[in-house]
């Protein structure tokens, strides 16, 4: 089993800036694609951005392409997103997710949500 937890969630105002953290442990050599995926009130989950376990290419989806970062630190089994210039339309919960399988491309960051492990999530709030 792989266990994940999210950390620094907040509010903040249009424009700033907020980084999430992501602790993975157990059977972490087990995975091979990290990510996150958010989901608002009423709306679908949708994967926002990818990486492989231990580096490599990322992937976004185009609603945070050039504003969000995803990256991690192997030594320390954490994964980041980094999040600027964010909008009101960026509010939701955000959920640090693995998965086994590969991701190839920006579209299949949709495949996040769908990956076996997750978080319990971190709540993000954009105020204008």
């Known amino acids: 089993q792989v266990q994940l937890v999210e950390f620094g969630g907040g509010s903040v105002q249009a424009g700033g800036s907020l980084t999430l953290s992501c602790v993975c442990s157990g059977y972490t050599h087990t995975i091979t694609s990290m990510g996150w995926f958010r989901q608002a009130p009423d709306k679908e989950r949708e994967g926002v951005a990818a990486?492989?376990?231990?580096?490599?290419?990322?992937y976004y989806s185009d609603s945070v392409k050039g504003r969000f970062t995803i990256s991690q630190d192997s030594a320390k089994n954490t994964m980041y997103l980094q999040m600027n210039s964010l909008k009101p339309e960026d509010t939701a919960m955000y959920y640090c997710?693995?998965?086994?399988?590969?991701?190839?491309?920006?579209?299949?960051?949709?495949?996040?949500?769908?990956?076996?492990?997750r978080g319990q999530g971190t709540q993000v709030t954009v105020s204008s």
């Open positions: 997710a693995a998965d086994h399988q590969r991701i190839y491309s920006d579209d299949e960051v949709a495949l996040i949500p769908a990956f076996a492990y």
């Open positions: 990486t492989y376990r231990g580096g490599g290419n990322t």
